[in-house]
């Protein structure tokens, strides 16, 4: 909103330093993004996760960024190699947000997703190739020509139908899921929030193809540069704000004990929340809380997010999602639920969709349901 403003303002030749102050801030957002997801990829337990999607996709939205606004400054007038070197990062972002989104893709499709990045990065390989003094050549006759070529119009438009492809593929997704842990932390509406954003990313490439194409002056083009920074700049502020306020979002696992708990206490409660688990199956109830197993078993929620991790190594819905696996197991076994469907076993053993029970059977077992139900004999329950 402050870059929108000081646009204004430039336009309406107010003060062009506020319009510099902005550039200075949208580099730092920009810096910050790339520092902290460079961080977040050292962590192991990231990058062995589809978490790292995310990370990657907030580093590819802010090298955009930074490419977007170095523009401003004659940088690229004095490093010509670096002229178009984020141009096909926006093809990144989609399989970046899908892949985070829905984390049961098939592994062996996931690089079909990145073939548009691929092709665009291989149709500028003989720019690249050009001297420095060509490039900087082409970068100013670009800038002061006012022809629009084929080229222009054919990358925006690439780009706001794949917007639109990702867009529909995952909004079925939200609309079909049903994850606990999306609840417990905001994390639906976290995923609605961030496809607005990029659907307001497509809607601003559709926006740039109007603006060049009829209304190529100055202010307009400010105008949109200035509605074009402000959503990947909220990309970044949506993203960095999100994983210092919510660490759960990356499963970070908890390094303080607010209250310690004694070995005799600890083996107490164990027992208590196997009970509970084994007698009481409190795993089939699909709206089960981290508060409610908290309240039953008589200890606070940190206390036993502090047991899980230490005593199970287990987060809560791993804890709750391997007694629903170990129960569904048996019915898939067992000759009386033999005509069962995967997902009416999925609903009785405490999942809300057939999709989170998938996830949840390959971590545990390695293998899809209907495998594990072919391979192996049926037995009585």
Known sequence: LLFLMSSFFLMLKINFYIFL???????????????????????????KSHIKYVVLLLLSISLFL??????????????????????????????????????????????????PFLLLFAVHIPFYLMSASEKVHFLENMILSTRINARFFIYRAAMVLQVVFYSILIARELYYRQHDQFNT??????????????????LAYLIQMVVYGFFNSIQTIVLYFAIFMAIMA??????????????????????????????????????????????????????????????????????????LNESFEMNFYEFVNSYRIKSAKQFLLAKEYSNYTIDAIAQEVGFKSKSTFYQAFRKFV??????FRRTRPLTRP
Do not use: C
């Open 66 to 115: 930074l490419g977007k606004n170095l523009y401003w400054v004659p940088f690229y007038k004095e490093h010509p190699h670096f002229i178009f070197s984020v141009i096909a990062v926006p093809l990144l972002l989609g399989p970046f947000l899908y892949l985070y989104m829905v984390p049961t893709a098939p592994r062996k499709f996931r690089i079909l997703h990145f073939i």
């Open 21 to 47: 102050l902005v550039i200075f801030i949208i580099f730092i957002l920009s810096f910050q993004g790339i520092i902290t997801s460079l961080i977040l990829l050292t962590k192991k337990n990231i990058r």
């Open 234 to 307: 909220g990309w970044i502020l949506l993203f960095v704000t999100r994983i210092l306020l919510v660490p759960e979002m990356l499963k970070w696992r908890p390094k303080t004990i607010r209250t310690p708990l004694s070995s005799d206490r600890k083996a107490e409660l164990i027992k208590r929340i196997e009970t509970l688990m084994d007698q009481e199956t409190l795993f089939l109830d699909q709206d089960l809380r981290l508060y409610d197993l908290a309240h039953r078993s008589g200890v606070s929620q940190h206390q036993l997010s502090q047991i």
């Open 185 to 202: 932390y905001g994390m639906k509406g976290w995923h609605k929030t961030t496809l607005f954003l990029y659907a307001g990313f497509g």
């Open 366 to 371: 390695g293998t899809t349901p209907s495998a």
